[in-house]
Nanobody, 118 residues
């Protein structure tokens, strides 16, 4: 089991930006460089949706709904994965979760609320 921590949610007006962060405790660089990290979101009454996925050395994948607006990136020094969200829309409102998989196993973060007002 991997202990995952997310941060960075909040309330923003439509058109604004937020950056979410995802880290996992006691992650050494070699483990970080072989991990797969995905951001999901779940809006009230809807199924959880995969938003973006990052695998070290590979091109990130994005849901069609966020392409061109969201960017997933990695910081080796901080062993962190970020989701930069620009041009936010009210329909982006959801709880965002980070799923982290590496050689130790996998874990989910506790979720961070993103609310976009119109």
């Amino acid at each position: 089991q991997v202990h995952v921590v997310e941060s960075g949610g909040g309330l923003v007006q439509a058109g604004g930006s937020l950056r979410l962060s995802c880290t996992a405790s006691r992650t050494i660089l070699s483990v970080f460089n072989s991990n797969i990290v995905a951001w999901y979101r779940q809006a009230p009454g809807k199924q959880r949706e995969q938003v973006a996925t990052s695998t070290s050395g590979s091109t990130p994948n994005y849901a069609d709904s966020v392409k061109g607006r969201f960017t997933i990136s990695r910081d080796n020094n901080k062993r962190a994965v970020y989701l930069q969200m620009n041009s936010l829309k009210p329909e982006d409102t959801a709880v965002y979760y980070c799923n982290w998989r590496d050689a130790r196993g996998q874990g989910w973060g506790q979720g961070t609320q993103v609310t976009v007002s119109s």
